[in-house]
């Protein structure tokens, strides 16, 4: 059965703790049947109104000055919710909107099943972009409203009917699997995010949500990148949970959505046309002879973007190791074994000069305990 409640927040800041407002459709078998639109105060401390958010959501910390608190309104929230599927377009950030919230005021995430909107329409949907505005569009629906909770809510339901009638499917987990999405989960102390799960070649690659925090102005930002050949410096799915963390979007083959392709494990001098490199590569020259907007990228460059540093620097970047090469002289060498280490979780290297004074001392140290003969 397709029964969920579509929620929406509305954030007073862009601190994403900071919800203002939030809109809840309740829909049962497909057809909305009760929706609630609440304004609250945002947890103290996080509480302030930037103008840019009011500009666009028109709530003012005047409109909330006697309303609930966030804490206080949360229990009715997901009193309401129950035990159904929560429903969100870009259900990360309003995911996130809960956890923020929840941290600030330091009491604990509630129990929750939810699915993303954004995810399932970029997995069944070909569309210039994935906001819901394009996405309710597509399915010959309208709202004039962007950016009101309630009306964001129930643009959420359009999106889902439109989907459910183009697969004639009536029931929501049967929808998720069908473009090959699963349904998140948070509790207390865990969280599983909705994510399109993409299986073939003997592996098993994750859609990540796009980073709602991420850059705008990044040189990566909303592109779209195939890769192909082995990564030496990550895996492959490292690599789209990185893409993703900069807001831009990491797909199997090289389509005419394709604009950055990164060729790895292969020597930058043969990228060129005509080149007898992989069908990824060659797909992505002839979509450039057609007159495609496809940016090749080596491994470095792709480190490079992930830094913030122009292609055009001289700047030293991360050099890659193979496994089982040995490890040595100085400089930010990445050994084969951290491969299958998320970027922010592996250790900082020492620079050149700082290892090269720690190795001195080390051998100072050793001639002086050394006893004499």
Same mark, same amino acid.
């Given at each position: 059965?397709?029964?969920?409640?579509?929620?929406?927040?509305?954030?007073?800041?862009?601190?994403?703790?900071?919800?203002?407002?939030?809109?809840?459709?309740?829909?049962?078998?497909?057809?909305?049947?009760?929706?609630?639109?609440?304004?609250?105060?945002?947890?103290?401390?996080?509480?302030?109104?930037?103008?840019?958010?009011?500009?666009?959501?028109?709530?003012?910390?005047?409109?909330?000055?006697?309303?609930?608190?966030?804490?206080?309104?949360?229990?009715?929230?997901?009193?309401? @919710?129950? +035990?159904?599927?929560?429903? &969100?377009?870009?259900? /990360?950030?309003? $995911? =996130?909107?809960? %956890?923020?919230?929840?941290?600030?005021?330091?009491?604990?995430?509630?129990?929750?099943?939810?699915?993303?909107?954004?995810?399932?329409?970029?997995?069944?949907?070909?569309?210039?972009?994935?906001?819901?505005?394009?996405?309710?569009?597509?399915?010959?629906?309208?709202?004039?409203?962007?950016?009101?909770?309630?009306?964001?809510?129930?643009?959420?339901?359009?999106?889902?009917?439109?989907?459910?009638?183009?697969?004639? @499917?009536? +029931?929501?987990?049967?929808? &998720?699997?069908?473009? /090959?999405?699963? $349904? =998140?989960?948070? %509790?207390?102390?865990?969280?599983?995010?909705?994510?399109?799960?993409?299986?073939?070649?003997?592996?098993?690659?994750?859609?990540?949500?796009?980073?709602?925090?991420?850059?705008?102005?990044?040189?990566?930002?909303?592109?779209?990148?195939?890769?192909?050949?082995?990564?030496?410096?990550?895996?492959?799915?490292?690599?789209?949970?990185?893409?993703?963390?900069?807001?831009?979007?990491?797909?199997?083959?090289?389509?005419?959505?394709?604009?950055?392709?990164?060729?790895?494990?292969?020597?930058?001098?043969?990228?060129?046309?005509?080149?007898?490199?992989?069908?990824?590569?060659?797909?992505?020259?002839?979509?450039?002879?057609?007159?495609?907007?496809?940016?090749?990228?080596?491994?470095?460059?792709?480190?490079?973007?992930?830094?913030?540093?122009?292609?055009?620097?001289?700047?030293?970047?991360?050099?890659?190791?193979?496994?089982?090469?040995?490890?040595?002289?100085?400089?930010?060498?990445?050994?084969?074994?951290?491969?299958?280490?998320?970027?922010?979780?592996?250790?900082?290297?020492?620079?050149?000069?700082?290892?090269?004074?720690?190795?001195?001392?080390?051998?100072?140290?050793?001639?002086?305990?050394?006893?004499?003969?």
């Amino acid at each position: 059965m397709l029964d969920y409640v579509a929620l929406d927040f509305e954030t007073a800041n862009s601190y994403r703790g900071s919800p203002c407002a939030v809109g809840l459709v309740c829909v049962r078998n497909g057809v909305p049947v009760a929706e609630r639109r609440w304004l609250m105060r945002p947890p103290e401390g996080a509480d302030h109104f930037d103008a840019f958010n009011t500009i666009v959501h028109g709530i003012s910390a005047d409109m909330v000055a006697n309303e609930p608190r966030w804490k206080d309104l949360l229990p009715t929230i997901t009193d309401f @919710i129950g +035990d159904d599927v929560m429903v &969100a377009h870009n259900a /990360g950030f309003d $995911i =996130g909107v809960i %956890r923020y919230a929840c941290a600030v005021d330091n009491i604990e995430w509630p129990e929750l099943r939810f699915l993303c909107t954004m995810v399932l329409a970029r997995r069944a949907l070909s569309l210039p972009s994935y906001g819901l505005p394009f996405v309710v569009d597509a399915f010959g629906s309208t709202f004039a409203d962007h950016h009101d909770a309630l009306a964001d809510a129930g643009g959420v339901t359009d999106v889902i009917r439109g989907l459910a009638c183009a697969n004639q @499917i009536d +029931d929501l987990d049967a929808l &998720a699997r069908s473009v /090959g999405v699963c $349904i =998140g989960q948070m %509790r207390a102390g865990t969280y599983r995010g909705s994510l399109a799960t993409l299986s073939g070649g003997g592996s098993r690659l994750i859609q990540c949500e796009l980073n709602s925090d991420a850059d705008s102005e990044g040189y990566l930002y909303g592109r779209v990148v195939v890769f192909t050949g082995t990564l030496l410096s990550m895996t492959r799915q490292i690599a789209w949970d990185e893409w993703s963390r900069v807001g831009a979007i990491a797909e199997r083959s090289t389509t005419k959505r394709t604009n950055v392709l990164v060729v790895s494990d292969v020597n930058p001098a043969v990228l060129r046309p005509g080149s007898n490199l992989t069908e990824k590569a060659r797909r992505a020259f002839e979509l450039q002879d057609l007159g495609q907007d496809i940016e090749v990228m080596t491994e470095d460059d792709f480190l490079r973007c992930l830094e913030g540093k122009p292609l055009v620097s001289a700047d030293a970047v991360v050099q890659p190791v193979a496994e089982g090469q040995q490890e040595g002289g100085t400089g930010n060498v990445i050994p084969g074994r951290l491969r299958k280490v998320a970027l922010a979780e592996r250790p900082v290297p020492e620079p050149p000069e700082a290892a090269y004074a720690s190795s001195t001392a080390t051998a100072r140290a050793r001639r002086h305990d050394r006893p004499a003969l």
